[in-house]
């Protein structure tokens, strides 16, 4: 469901090639020949990074080195380790199909009534930010809703009523992977059709002419099936993110099945990523203004990595814990954890800073004080001036983007829970620094081009991205 704002909205370009004004959302209008390349090594590569992680694990103990080696000396070949790897079997597909038709259950036909009784939480139908072609989608926030509904059942059944294993998830991992797979491609494949034959909105539509970058990084700003079903948010939220608390917990499970105790480094993962996803649901109102649901199209970016690559690649180090049980001192559990709340602690209230800053239009205080900002100015697609103020305050007055730092800080107390002796648990933290500093110098560069010489003047004010004094 959706309304037009009263803004003049920027216009777009159509598939046949007819140029019309530009707006500054979302990605490029045309592709050079870097970004090209980018877009085809990761179509071409990111489904063998994550079937190779898995295979590592089960076949390799976690080594991501010793595949390699046998494979060079000849002590195994290509051949060996995909007849080594298990099929997708039909019940897995059934497990798949069930997880997901009961997400898009929960998603579609249940209007949210945690807003009703949680004191702060915002929930029910919410406005998400203008589109390009001055749409306010509204959504149907109850993320958190389906959170809680979807574990109650997972415990009700696993723990009370025993009807599956809590461990069905790890035996079925790499089946269900083939299954994920599936449907980020069906998902993805069809987003593309749908925005040449029947798009949601025709006008926040872009179109590069090459087949490669628009499957990758989508056509469509916001594709719709109906009035409530956004692709955006059902797949940015729902199936991977609530089934990472769900994995983590099958992971749990299966060491406690295997040797007979669950290690203090597998529940501060399990913990401190629960925080994150917790986190990421009561908060979901906030997520529709930011940059996943506000400037990206959906693409092959988004339904396939929201499929396999999150609930596959940030899960790892549970699955670790797996196979090498880890027992952590007292002292480096309680720094573990002390990292990871306070990463959570920056992140959270970095990004309240800003949203409490932007509602009261800066009539607030920050750090008990009125919160400082410089204004700016900024000309639209159609001409129209418009302004708007940078927040030096708090948070945002240390580091441009400490909100990241945060992120960063949590991601590694994930993976120094596991210890030291394999790499396959830091990929994430490895991943979501190159994410992140690449999100902080895409931001940055659009918001130079956007306010110019006034950006100038806010990174003079807050000279260091990061790190204070570094970075």
């Given amino acids: 469901m959706a309304s037009k704002?009263?803004?003049?909205?920027?216009?777009?370009?159509?598939?046949?090639?007819?140029?019309?004004?530009?707006?500054?959302?979302?990605?490029?209008?045309?592709?050079?020949?870097?970004?090209?390349?980018?877009?085809?090594?990761?179509?071409?590569?990111?489904?063998?990074?994550?079937?190779?992680?898995?295979?590592?694990?089960?076949?390799?103990?976690?080594?991501?080195?010793?595949?390699?080696?046998?494979?060079?000396?000849?002590?195994?070949?290509?051949?060996?380790?995909?007849?080594?790897?298990?099929?997708?079997?039909?019940?897995?597909?059934?497990?798949?199909?069930?997880?997901?038709?009961?997400?898009?259950?929960?998603?579609?036909?249940?209007?949210?009534?945690?807003?009703?009784?949680?004191?702060?939480?915002?929930?029910?139908?919410?406005?998400?930010?203008?589109?390009?072609?001055?749409?306010?989608?509204?959504?149907?926030?109850?993320?958190?809703?389906?959170?809680?509904?979807?574990?109650?059942?997972?415990?009700?059944?696993?723990?009370?009523?025993?009807?599956?294993?809590?461990?069905?998830?790890?035996?079925?991992?790499?089946?269900?992977?083939?299954?994920?797979?599936?449907?980020?491609?069906?998902?993805?494949?069809?987003?593309?059709?749908?925005?040449?034959?029947?798009?949601?909105?025709?006008?926040?539509?872009?179109?590069?002419?090459?087949?490669?970058?628009?499957?990758?990084?989508?056509?469509?700003?916001?594709?719709?099936?109906?009035?409530?079903?956004?692709?955006k948010l059902f797949f940015n939220g729902r199936p991977g993110i609530v089934a990472w608390t769900l994995i983590n917990l099958s992971f749990a499970a299966k060491q406690q099945e295997l040797y007979g105790h669950v290690t203090n480094s597998m529940i501060l993962v399990n913990v401190l990523q629960a925080i994150y996803v917790l986190d990421f649901f009561w908060n979901e109102t906030w997520y529709l203004k930011t940059i996943d649901i506000c400037h990206d199209h959906f693409g092959w970016y988004l339904g396939w990595g929201d499929c396999v690559w999150l609930p596959y690649l940030y899960t790892l180090q549970g699955l670790y814990l797996v196979y090498h049980p880890v027992q952590l001192s007292t002292p480096n559990a309680v720094g573990i954890l002390l990292l990871g709340l306070v990463g959570y602690y920056i992140f959270r209230m970095a990004n309240h800073q800003k949203d409490l800053f932007r509602r009261t239009d800066g009539r607030c205080l920050i750090w008990g004080k009125k919160p400082k900002a410089i204004e700016c100015s900024y000309t639209s697609a159609d001409g129209q001036k418009h302004h708007s103020k940078l927040l030096v305050s708090g948070f945002w007055g240390v580091a441009r983007h400490l909100n990241y730092t945060g992120d960063l800080m949590g991601s590694l107390a994930y993976c120094l829970a596991c210890g030291g002796s394999h790499l396959l648990p830091y990929f994430y933290i490895i991943y979501m620094t190159i994410l992140l500093i690449h999100r902080c110098l895409r931001d940055e560069h659009r918001c130079a081009n956007k306010y110019g010489r006034d950006w100038e003047r806010y990174t003079a004010a807050v000279p260091y991205r990061l790190l204070p004094g570094i970075f």
């Avoid at 530009?22 to 592709?31: D, K, L, Y």
């Avoid at 993805?188 to 179109?207: G, R």
């Fill in 5 to 231: 704002s009263q803004h003049n909205t920027p216009k777009t370009k159509s598939p046949n090639g007819k140029a019309e004004s530009q707006g500054q959302w979302g990605r490029a209008w045309e592709v050079d020949w870097f970004s090209l390349a980018s877009v085809i090594f990761l179509l071409l590569f990111a489904p063998f990074i994550v079937y190779y992680f898995i295979m590592a694990c089960d076949q390799y103990s976690c080594s991501l080195t010793t595949p390699i080696v046998e494979i060079v000396t000849g002590r195994a070949s290509l051949a060996d380790i995909w007849a080594k790897t298990p099929p997708v079997t039909a019940k897995a597909a059934q497990l798949y199909t069930l997880w997901v038709s009961l997400q898009v259950l929960l998603y579609s036909w249940l209007p949210d009534f945690c807003h009703r009784f949680l004191p702060g939480y915002v929930g029910g139908v919410q406005e998400g930010a203008i589109t390009p072609a001055g749409v306010v989608n509204k959504y149907e926030v109850n993320g958190l809703q389906a959170w809680l509904i979807t574990h109650c059942l997972w415990f009700l059944n696993a723990y009370l009523l025993s009807w599956f294993s809590p461990t069905i998830i790890f035996d079925n991992w790499i089946p269900l992977l083939w299954c994920a797979n599936i449907l980020g491609y069906a998902v993805s494949t069809f987003a593309m059709i749908k925005s040449y034959l029947f798009p949601t909105n025709a006008e926040d539509c872009k179109f590069t002419g090459n087949f490669f970058y628009n499957y990758m990084m989508g056509i469509e700003f916001n594709p719709r099936i109906g009035k409530w079903f956004d692709f």
